[in-house]
């Protein structure tokens, strides 16, 4: 199982960046994974985003990133994608995608994402 996030970048406070996260290698159907987004700051934990559960799709949004950040997913092409918007300078971070399998609830811990993938740059400058 593969997952490769990309679409990060530098970006100025206020501006939007779209980052994706392309899944390869699962032996079951992608709605059959919950999928999430998280971010780590130098020094900082891990931090759960947003997240799809796996089978109705349910998502689920930190506080932190309510109005702000939108998750979605396209299954004919395996990709999740998290659509950023009004971003600050606080939300520079280094971004991840997880994924586990058959799990149709709604979670954002970390220990709970079984597949992770490489991560993607985000550095949002004032």
């Known amino acids: 199982v593969q997952l490769q996030a990309s679409g990060g970048g530098l970006v100025q406070a206020g501006g939007p960046l779209r980052l994706s996260c392309a899944a390869s290698?699962?032996?079951?159907?992608?709605?059959?994974?919950?999928i999430g987004w998280f971010r780590q700051a130098p020094g900082k934990e891990r931090e759960g985003i947003s997240c799809?559960?796996?089978?109705?799709?349910?998502?689920y949004d930190a506080d932190f990133v309510k109005g702000r950040f939108t998750i979605s997913r396209d299954n004919a092409k395996n990709t999740v994608y998290l659509q950023m918007n009004s971003l600050k300078p606080e939300d520079t971070a280094y971004y991840y995608c997880?994924?586990?399998?058959?799990?149709?609830?709604?979670?954002?811990?970390?220990?709970?994402?079984?597949?992770w993938g490489q991560g993607t740059q985000v550095t949002v400058s004032s």
């Open positions: 997880a994924a586990t399998p058959y799990s149709d609830y709604v979670s954002l811990d970390k220990s709970e994402y079984y597949y």
């Open positions: 799809f559960s796996s089978r109705d799709g349910s998502t």
């Open positions: 290698g699962f032996t079951l159907t992608f709605d059959d994974y919950r």
